[in-house]
């Protein structure tokens, strides 16, 4: 017979385990000694012992789950209650109830991870779909196509919920990127329709201007291109594949009608910067006929300096009223000469004038008269009112003389 502190053998080769609730039959030894029997069942609960240390790291280090730790621990627990083993089972059986609290606890920290996890998958769809709600009513169409296709990427990366939430913000998503969908549809179509009117009104601007390409109507034709090119801004952009050919020849008749009119300008202007030289000339012989002398021969050399001038042709706009400005100041001066030279021997004039000068010369010999009486009289303020008065009369006399002189 054979004992150690966890079994024993009795004599007919029965291996005994010892528990709280006593000795339980192990199994029976025939096959060798005693102290080989237990040291076999010995080695048996070792297994137990590695197998269980195993699981307990599994659990605590692997995302193993909590429905196959239960199934591996019932299965070494009902290895325990077979008692098939010699050691302490009451330890064994001690740490397999520790492990399943771990287990339970694992369970309910992965539960409430997994309630978390889907309540901030929640959130985070419910804010896609504001996202896109807010999105379909936008006009950038660009910018927020690209944008919600982002957002269909994000929802693929999120857990799913339960089926009818799921699916109930997976149609509120979908319905709103339908709408953006149709509507930026809608309004390509609508801006497809408007290019094609434009290239239509396009093509009938470019007509026109192709047939005033060779027009010599230089004024009226130049001002008919402005308001062709007005036309073609408020037209609006045709097709891309359209608008560039439609520019380049639109653009390409004006050149041709511009060019050969920069061309006629080109040579009129050589024309009258020449014609500008010749009246400038003109004008400086005329300004040597100042002062009139001899009105005469002034009138005769300005005559003839005149049908010169008006011989030579156009000069440049802005220097025209300069150079003319020369010529008409001699003009007047003549003029001024003429009539000074008419007043001067007009013999109605001077008979009028004569009379006037009479008639002034009477008021003021009568007014000396009357002065002169006021003062012997002693009425020396009559008298220095009738001195202003002569004062007057005897200007206007004084310039009745030069005139009439």
Same mark, same amino acid.
């Given at each position: ?124 769809? @419910? ?10 009513? /936008? ?45 930026? =549809? ?40 402005? @308001?062709?090119?007005?036309?073609? =801004? ?50 400086? !012989?005329?300004? =040597? ?9 002034? %009138? ?7 049908? +010169? ?12 009223? =300069? ?8 003009? +007047?001066?003549?003029? !001024? ?49 009738? /001195?202003?008065?002569?004062?007057? %009369? ?12």
């Amino acid at each position: 017979m054979s004992s150690d502190p966890w079994g024993r053998v009795d004599e007919t080769g029965t291996v005994y385990v010892r528990t709280a609730e006593g000795e339980k039959v192990v199994g029976s030894w025939q096959a060798g000694t005693p102290e080989e029997a237990l040291a076999y069942f010995e080695r048996k609960y070792e297994g137990l012992v590695v197998e269980i240390g195993l699981l307990e790291k599994r659990v605590k280090t692997t995302d193993l789950s909590a429905k196959d730790a239960q199934t591996a621990i019932e299965h070494i627990r009902h290895q325990v209650d077979e008692h098939h083993v010699v050691g302490d089972l009451a330890a064994l059986s001690a740490r397999l109830d520790k492990l399943v609290a771990t287990v339970d606890s694992r369970r309910e920290e992965r539960k409430a991870q997994k309630a978390k996890q889907a309540d901030e998958a929640r959130s985070a769809k @419910e804010a896609l779909v504001t996202e896109a709600e807010e999105l379909a009513q /936008s006009e950038q169409w660009r910018s927020a196509g690209e944008r919600l296709r982002a957002l269909v990427d994000t929802w693929k990366g999120l857990p799913r919920l339960d089926r009818k939430s799921d699916d109930e913000l997976w149609h509120r998503f979908s319905h709103a990127r339908s709408a953006f969908s149709k509507r930026r =549809k809608a309004h390509f179509a609508q801006l497809d329709a408007q290019r094609e009117d434009a290239r239509k009104a396009k093509e009938r601007l470019v007509a026109e201007a192709e047939a005033l390409q060779n027009s010599t109507d230089w004024g009226a034709t130049a001002a008919r291109y402005r @308001e062709l090119m007005a036309d073609w =801004k408020a037209a609006g952009r045709a097709q891309r594949e359209h608008e560039d050919d439609l520019w380049n020849r639109f653009r390409g008749a004006q050149d041709v009608f511009f060019a050969a009119r920069s061309g006629v300008f080109a040579e009129r202007d050589a024309e009258q910067t020449e014609n500008l030289t010749a009246k400038e000339e003109l004008a400086g !012989e005329a300004e =040597k006929l100042l002062p009139v002398t001899d009105l005469k021969a002034a %009138r005769a050399a300005f005559r003839t300096l005149n049908e +010169r001038w008006e011989a030579i042709g156009h000069v440049p706009r802005d220097a025209r009223p =300069k150079v003319e400005g020369r010529m008409h100041a001699v003009e +007047r001066a003549i003029q !001024e000469a003429e009539e000074a030279e008419w007043r001067r021997t007009n013999p109605e004039a001077r008979a009028r004038a004569a009379g006037l000068t009479g008639q002034l010369q009477d008021a003021v010999e009568k007014l000396r008269k009357q002065i002169d009486a006021a003062r012997a009289a002693g009425n020396d303020a009559k008298a220095d009112k009738l /001195s202003k008065e002569l004062e007057g %009369r005897q200007a206007l006399l004084d310039q009745a003389l030069k005139g009439l002189e």
